[in-house]
């Protein structure tokens, strides 16, 4: 079992910045594909960023692409997700998630097999 936790949410206004950390517990996470996932109220779980195994290849939303950064650093059994210029519709609940298979970056929900609780991200305008 791995056991994800996110921090780094919180209030911000339009045009700030966040970091997003993601740690894991439980399993090693070097040889998973880590996504980024969003949902605002109202809206449906969104993926938002995903990274493979080695952090060779990462994928993004087209809404955050040139905004967001992702990255891990499997030393330390980690994801992060560096969000710059933000804006009001990125205001949702992240989550973090893992993929234990090996290969492509999955963009459905469905597809990762472990969730963080999620944490807050609030932009204000």
């Known amino acids: 079992q791995v056991q994800l936790v996110e921090s780094g949410g919180g209030l911000v206004q339009a045009g700030g910045s966040l970091r997003l950390s993601c740690a894991a517990s439980?399993?090693?996470?070097?040889?998973?594909?880590m996504g980024w996932f969003r949902q605002a109220p109202g809206k449906e779980r969104e993926f938002v960023s995903g990274?493979?195994?080695?952090?060779?290849?990462?994928s993004y939303a087209d809404s955050v692409k040139g905004r967001f950064t992702i990255s891990r650093d499997n030393a330390k059994n980690a994801v992060y997700l560096q969000m710059n210029s933000l804006k009001p519709e990125d205001t949702a609940v992240y989550y973090c998630?893992?993929?234990?298979?090996?290969?492509?970056?999955?963009?459905?929900?469905?597809?990762?097999?472990?969730w963080g609780q999620g944490t807050q991200v609030t932009v204000s305008s």
């Open positions: 998630a893992a993929d234990r298979r090996y290969g492509l970056i999955m963009t459905r929900s469905s597809e990762y097999d472990y």
């Open positions: 439980g399993r090693t996470l070097s040889s998973y594909t």
């Open positions: 990274i493979n195994w080695d952090g060779g290849i990462s």
